[in-house]
């Protein structure tokens, strides 16, 4: 038979002679013919189990790497099964060529090993890593919780300028999005709300809702869920590749604690960040729910009397209060899978990722708590 | 030397540089088919810059590269993809796909261009592997295996499709002197017995002596070549002193 491919050309015979099987491979064994020839070859030999094989290799002008593969194969099956090989005529350089690949001592690998999937291997693995990332979130809140300390009581060791900086691209660039979603959400809330409280005819305390909402709890809360995604993130994966180059090994050897020297600055931007953000949210999410009251023809002066009424203070500086610890709890977040980051090209995704999503359920549940707390103070 | 005397590749008047800076400015050189053909200079000569700009990776700003007498910059996208084939490159770092393991490296040409059977993919892996001296790593992880390591399956990767050049990008780099030594063997050995062309950048002597048939010598200041011949005469014979003081591992007078 005849196989071709542009112009490479090979020959394959196979003739048997009683338990002798005579191959003669003639041409150009190359990747573009030795795959056909390879498939039929071994169709024959699966059928017909051969004790020995007689490779004539007379008519080969040149084998490259599969068609040694080819030869070698032929070679490693005849050993498996015990029986006899022999190659015929091959050329000088060809043969050098397969002793440079496959030395006779070659043994094929042994078939790849299919990963097994077992439930108490499996439990178990999945228990180890909760318990040592509980144990790496211990540690990393005592480290934290010791270097924030100290830059409490001495605030001349912050590097203040790397904060101002971190403090620009973290929370002044996020102002854009932090303020178009809460328009959003105070608009879209004074509207769903005004339409079943026009069937009573209190439309008039949708302020009331919208004032209360956005101050104790949207304000804040979506805030720092933006940020969680925006800052968190982009914490984690400059820690992150920072871990990856070695830099944090670097600074590890120089003598300087990654957590006091990165770690401080960004808690402390993203704390003096957060609340200021969440002003503006409040103040952009009360001013989208006065819209729809103005259509309905209700005057701004009504509506701004009508929430200056509903809340207080109090009510703004719980939203504050709240806002600081969220900053705290994304940011340290964000920085401890930073820190945490493994090597491999999806390292830094992945601790991004387990950024984003655990400051978000954290400052779900920090909320939690917090309304919790309220409550029992009465306030 | 099984060179035949045709010019495999041919660089015409190449100017390479980023934006503003030129960094190899109007080179021409020639390599010849099965040649181990080396290129030199010290750190930042542009050394790594030119090889990108001759697999096509780094579009020239005047100058064209022949690769077997096409140009790959200006070939559509079949003729660059059968330019493409004949080359295989080993980067510094070895560039393996981490989430793979060696064999997997390996495989992923074979499956893309090949229409060879499954256990003709895992053998011809597994033997270039072993030609590298890794048998045994096939499933690692390149994150499990050590510097060297991975060099030498990043040569064993480039060369799985059986091209005809091959581009290494200081193969001999971070690696111990004897394996140093094999991989330089194993150089010499792929050019002889399977008259692989090679271009090969780096900057070991041992190795420049052990395997080069042919140089050229960049210069960061002049930003041209400097010298281009045969390492063993260019030490003895080149009337260039830096060419000369390069080879004898001396410091530039006034340098420190």
Redesign the interface.
Known sequence: MRLSSEANKADLQIRSEGEKFIIKLAGRLDASTTGEIWRQTQQRLDRENPKEILVDASGIEYADGSGIAFLVDLRCRQQDRKGKFKIRELRDELNQLLNLYAPPTFEKPPPEKLQSFHIPEELGRLTYTIWSDWKASVIFIGELATNLAFAVLHPRSIRWREVLLIGEKAGVNALPIVVLISFLVGLIMAFQSAIPMRQFGVEIYVANLIALSMLRELGPLMTALTLAGRTGSSFAAELGTMKVNEEIDALLTMGIHPVRFLVITRIAAAVIMTPILTVFADLVGVMAGSLVLLSMGYPLVTYVNQVLSAVSWIDFSQGLLKSIVFGLVYSSIGCLRGLQTETGPSAVGDSATRAVVGGIIMIVVVDGIFAVIFYILGI | MTSSGKNIIQVENLTVGYDETVIVEDVSFNVKEGEIFVILGGSGSGKSTLLKAMIGLLRPLAGRTLIDGEDLCAADEKGQLRILKKIGVMYQSGAL???MTL?ENLRLP?EE?????R??R???S???L??VGL??Y??Y?P?EISGGMKKRAAIARA????PRILFLDEPAAGLDPITQAEVDQLVL?LAR??GITFIIVTHELPSIYAVADRLIMLDKSSRKIIAEGDPHYLRDHSDNPRVRRFFRREADPGSV
């Open positions: 796909f981490g989430s064999s074979l261009f090949t229409d060879l059977p256990e003709a895992n053998l011809i597994c033997l270039k072993n030609l048998k045994g096939e499933n992880m994150s060369m799985v499709l059986d050995s017995n399977l």
